[in-house]
Structure formats: C-alpha cells, structure tokens
C-alpha cells in the first residue's frame, strides 16, 4: 500500500502545472469531449509508466546498495529543483491534431509530451526504489489521473483558480523532504 500511495502522491504533486497538465487543459478546450480525453490520457499513461517502471527497476539491480540509494536520494533533489521550473506547451499544440479524434490525439499526444518528463522520471526513480513495476506503474498514472481529470473537466477555469506557482513550490518542498529523508538515512 506505501507504494501505491507515496507514487499516486508523488506524480500527483509533479503533475500539477506539468506542461502535460496544460496539454489537457489544451485539449479540452478544443475537444470539448472529456471521456475520450480522460481515456486517452490513462491509456498513454499507463504504457509510459509501465515502461518507465520497468525501466528503473532494471536499473536499480546493476547498481551496488549504497550508490544506489544515492543515486535516488540526488534524483529527488534535483526533481525538487526541476518542478520549480514552470514548464508551456511549445511543440505540443500545433493545430494538427483535430483530425484524428479526442482520444487517439490525447494518447499519442500524452505519450510524446511525457518522455523525459519530471513525472516519467519520478517513475523511473520510483521503479528504482521500490522494484515493483505493477504497482508504481499503477500508482504513478493514478496520480496522473488525479491531477489531469480536474484539468480536463475545468478546462482553463483552473490556471485562474489555482495559483501554480505556490503548487510548484509545494511540490517542489516535497521531493526536497524525500530526498533529504533519503540523505539523512543514508548517512545514518
């Protein structure tokens, strides 16, 4: 249960005002369909973190205990100091995605814009720590969900209701306190 609930949180808190949060608001206000975008955005994220998950899992067996716990304890810091950073949706809204539907264009479009992401690499780190691909996978897009589902049903009436960057901010002191948390137990 700690690792679905401390992956949900987690990618929760990184997801709200990701530049993959924008995409739904995006989306939403062009579809105007919010079950195909919904599903869409679990269907994209699911794979994404399954895969993201998988792949950290993998990981954290080449790597010795000590440089290992390091190795995540440093992620979370520098996740804490990414999430500070306001992300905008450059490449992701070109205007070309209309004709495909709501839901084939939420997909594709949910599961570009979330390779390399701070929420994809927080499942790495997290598939890395816990080595339990299933569950983080699951808790990880549950937190995507969480995040993204408010967005879409809102639209841009979010970004007026929500101060981002005290979220940003509260994200951010978050992953710091975990990768401090790591630190310390680490050192002790």
Request: charged share 10%.
């Amino acid at each position: 249960m700690e690792i679905l609930l401390s992956s949900t949180l987690l990618v929760a808190l990184a997801e709200i005002g990701d530049k993959t949060m924008l995409l739904a608001i995006v989306l939403a206000c062009r579809f105007k369909q919010p079950l195909p975008i919904i599903a869409g955005i679990f269907a994209a994220t699911i794979v994404n973190h399954a895969l993201a998950a998988w792949a950290g899992a993998g990981i954290a067996g080449l790597l010795d205990g000590y440089w290992f716990r390091l190795a995540v304890a440093l992620g979370f810091l520098a996740m804490a100091a990414w999430t500070l950073v306001p992300d905008s949706l450059d490449e992701e809204e070109n205007g070309a995605t209309g004709r495909f539907g709501a839901f084939l264009t939420t997909t594709v479009a949910f599961f570009l814009a979330e390779m390399g992401d701070k929420t994809q690499v927080a499942t790495v780190a997290l598939g890395a720590q816990y080595q339990a691909v299933g569950l983080v996978a699951a808790g990880t897009t549950a937190g995507m969900m969480v995040a993204n589902v408010p967005a879409v049903f809102l639209g841009d009436r979010i970004t007026r209701i929500v101060p981002m960057k005290a979220v940003r901010i509260g994200a951010a002191l978050v992953f710091a306190a975990i990768g401090i948390w790591a630190l310390v137990a680490l050192f002790a």
